[in-house]
């Protein structure tokens, strides 16, 4: 049973939008994530207020959703996140980052913080991400799916997905290359190394 509760507010007061045990859904959380899915799935979610609620409802239950999951996730005592694990996916997230908008001093610009300050900021995020993901795997791993199934679910909540056209425009060259015979033996040398390393115990596979 679960022992948090979430309490969905029908007007925001001081900018939350629902109550999740101790913690807060803000209505910039659900707009910022509403854009998102909006950039994603390229639909109009401000083409009317009606439209614009829906989707608003639509992503604050899911937030709600995702919060109560993450309060079960810190409990549960066989998921355990280290901090090496949280620097490591936000190092990786801070590099993602930078790469999009080309440097470290333009990250920081862009942000109007220092990098010790993003990542600070990020933490707690990726702290839950991590958790989260943990919680999804244990609880999914012994389910399977089958395409009848999928079918059936697309065809009774076909007003959860929205219309997208069709779009296609590509171009395809294929390029025929060989790779040199000391290229071959220098990869092959290397993962000669690499199995060796494994089978000796020298390397975790």
């Not at 639509?58 to 709600?64: A, K, N």
């Not at 790469?99 to 990020?122: C, D, H, M, P, W």
């Not at 000391?182 to 975790?204: C, H, Q, Y």
Request: glycine residues 2%; negative net charge.
């Amino acid at each position: 049973l679960c022992s948090c509760f979430a309490v969905v507010l029908a007007e925001t007061i001081n900018g939350v939008a629902a109550v999740v045990g101790d913690d807060i859904v803000l209505k910039s959380d659900i707009d910022r994530e509403l854009m998102s899915f909006a950039y994603q799935n390229q639909v109009d979610v401000f083409s009317s207020p009606q439209e614009y609620e829906k989707h608003f409802n639509l992503i604050r239950q899911e937030l709600i959703l995702r919060k109560v999951a993450l309060l079960h996730a810190y409990k549960d005592t066989n998921i355990v996140v280290s901090n090496n694990e949280i620097e490591r996916s936000l190092s990786a997230q801070i590099e993602l980052m930078i790469n999009q908008v080309g440097s470290q001093q333009a990250l920081e610009q862009e942000l109007n913080k220092s990098l010790r300050e993003i990542k600070a900021e990020y933490w707690d995020m990726i702290k839950d991400m991590l958790f989260f993901d943990r919680l999804k795997y244990l609880k999914t791993q012994s389910v399977y799916v089958n395409r009848e199934e999928v079918v059936s679910f697309f065809n009774s909540n076909r007003s959860l997905f929205s219309d997208v056209e069709d779009r296609f425009d590509f171009s395809l060259f294929e390029l025929k290359k060989e790779a040199s015979f000391s290229t071959e033996v220098r990869i092959k040398t290397f993962l000669s190394s690499i199995r060796d390393s494994i089978l000796n115990n020298s390397f975790s596979f």
